[in-house]
T-cell receptor
Framework: DAGVIQSPRHEVTEMGQEVTLRCKPI?????LFWYRQTMMRGLELLIY????????DSGMPEDRFSAKMPNASFSTLKIQPSEPRDSAVYFC????????????????FGPGTRLTVL | GQNIDQPTEMTATEGAIVQINCTYQ??????LFWYQQHAGEAPTFLSY????GLEEKGRFSSFLSRSKGYSYLLLKELQMKDSASYLCASYGQNFVFGPGTRLSVLP
């Protein structure tokens, strides 16, 4: 299996531009997570999906951020408009349901997208 | 609310044993994860504890005490490649990650 695939790996943009990050989870996984990591704030969960449905988006910082999962093999995280404080590494991860039905099996992380907003 | 605390940095010697502690306050607590993250790389899963007690996986073991809001990751027979950040994360009403403990293994 190719693992979780993210694109682009690096993105440099200017303040005010729209940014779209993409993720392809591991085939067969029914949970998908979006994380953001910075030196100041560490690793933060932004949103996660189960069977393409958003379950918890309480970590999404503000309305400029939106995430979609149109099908089981693709998800996007969009920032519009982008700001310098959005500069971070954005990780996507996927997992299978545990025996109890929750998202508690091993999460497999993608390589991340390093976003720089100038 | 949710709060997680772990030491910022630790240093140990190759071949030794090190214990990385994690304390948490989590509403609706379900379980506690440990991840390893090498510099510039994505986190990788190490363990997930739901019940009290120690779970062993090779050189790595993880312990949980739900009543005390406490967990630790035990690394035995340390190797240079174990130099990394170790993140604990609680799963309750949502997932919350600790700040990470940067472990340096010296020869």
């Amino acid at each position: 299996d190719a693992g979780v695939i993210q694109s682009p790996r690096h993105e440099v943009t200017e303040m005010g531009q729209e940014v779209t990050l993409r993720c392809k989870p591991i085939s067969g996984h029914d949970y998908l997570f979006w994380y953001r990591q910075t030196m100041m704030r560490g690793l933060e969960l932004l949103i996660y999906f189960n069977n393409n449905v958003p379950i918890d988006d309480s970590g999404m910082p503000e309305d400029r951020f939106s995430a979609k999962m149109p099908n089981a093999s693709f998800s996007t995280l969009k920032i519009q408009p982008s700001e310098p404080r959005d500069s971070a590494v954005y990780f996507c991860a996927s997992s299978l349901s545990s025996g109890t039905g929750g998202p508690t099996d091993t999460q497999y992380f993608g390589p991340g997208t390093r976003l720089t907003v100038l | 609310g949710q709060n997680i605390d772990q030491p910022t940095e630790m240093t140990a010697t190759e071949g030794a044993i090190v214990q990385i502690n994690c304390t948490y306050q989590t509403s609706g607590f379900n379980g506690l994860f440990w991840y390893q993250q090498h510099a510039g790389e994505a986190p990788t899963f190490l363990s997930y504890n739901v019940l009290d007690g120690l779970e062993e996986k090779g050189r790595f073991s993880s312990f949980l005490s739900r009543s005390k809001g406490y967990s630790y990751l035990l690394l035995k027979e340390l190797q240079m490649k174990d130099s990394a950040s170790y993140l604990c994360a609680s799963y309750g009403q949502n997932f919350v990650f600790g700040p990470g403990t940067r472990l340096s293994v010296l020869p």
